[in-house]
Nanobody, 113 residues
Framework: QVQLVESGGGLVQAGGSLRLSCTASRSIFRMGWYRQAPGKQRELVATITSGGIPNYADSVKGRFTISRDNAKNTVYLQMNSLKPEDTAVYYC??????????WGQGTQVTVSS
């Protein structure tokens, strides 16, 4: 079992920036973020492996940067040039080598126009 503790999020104006953090209770292969807007399915935002290989959704490429501190079992999501359509609950996600998925409780990100 892996526990995920998220921080960050909040309310920001369009064009602004926010940073999300998520710390896992132990080392794990892949960490990242998904998001779910009202009335929509949960979607991938970005992930990063323990080796530092990132993967981004097309909608956030060039605006969001995912990074990871393996010594702290922590993943960060720097979100710049935020848009109203980025408004969602953001969930930290971790996946082990057996493809078992773990989820954080979610943190709200609201971007006002």
């Amino acid at each position: 079992q892996v526990q995920l503790v998220e921080s960050g999020g909040g309310l920001v104006q369009a064009g602004g920036s926010l940073r999300l953090s998520c710390t896992a209770s132990r080392s794990i292969f892949r960490m990242g973020w998904y998001r779910q807007a009202p009335g929509k399915q949960r979607e991938l935002v970005a992930t990063i492996t323990s080796g530092g290989i990132p993967n981004y959704a097309d909608s956030v490429k060039g605006r969001f940067t995912i990074s990871r501190d393996n010594a702290k079992n922590t993943v960060y999501l720097q979100m710049n040039s935020l848009k109203p359509e980025d408004t969602a609950v953001y969930y930290c996600n971790a996946r082990d080598i057996f493809a078992t998925m773990f989820w954080g409780q979610g943190t709200q990100v609201t971007v006002s126009s």
